[in-house]
């Protein structure tokens, strides 16, 4: 049985960038993510120890996006590892992290870098 949990647009403001001026002024950020685990037994029970809260899995997302980093890469690995690492029972992990104002030239809505992983 796969279960899904999804988080979809959810926006921070944070400081990734090559240019040093990304790091001091900023920018908005929007996250997709799609988290895969069996999750039946909170069906039956409606007990949040028999599933993934993901309360805290937005508790990690927003510490992890707090790190300047120059790579959205870099911040879209940290993000998977600790959410795998919290919650063993997680069996597929897909992020989206979408910049939306990146200073490059012509009009755009964003830049995106998307990660998959199964365990």
Do not use: C
Not at 13 to 39: M, Q
Not at 49 to 75: F, R
Request: glycine share 4%; proline share 4%.
């Amino acid at each position: 049985m796969t279960s899904k949990i999804i988080f979809d647009n959810l926006k921070i403001y944070a400081y990734h960038g090559v240019l040093p001026e990304e790091t001091i002024i900023g920018t908005y950020f929007i996250l997709n993510l799609e988290i895969h685990a069996d999750l039946w037994k909170a069906t039956e029970t409606d007990d949040l120890n028999d599933t993934i809260n993901y309360a805290e899995i937005n508790a990690i997302i927003h510490k992890e996006m707090k790190i300047p980093s120059k790579l959205m890469e870099h911040v879209v690995g940290r993000i998977m590892v600790k959410m795998k690492n919290t919650f063993p029972q997680i069996t597929f992990i897909a992020v989206k992290m979408t910049k939306k104002s990146p200073p490059m030239e012509g009009e755009m809505d964003g830049v995106s870098v998307h990660f998959e992983k199964k365990f």
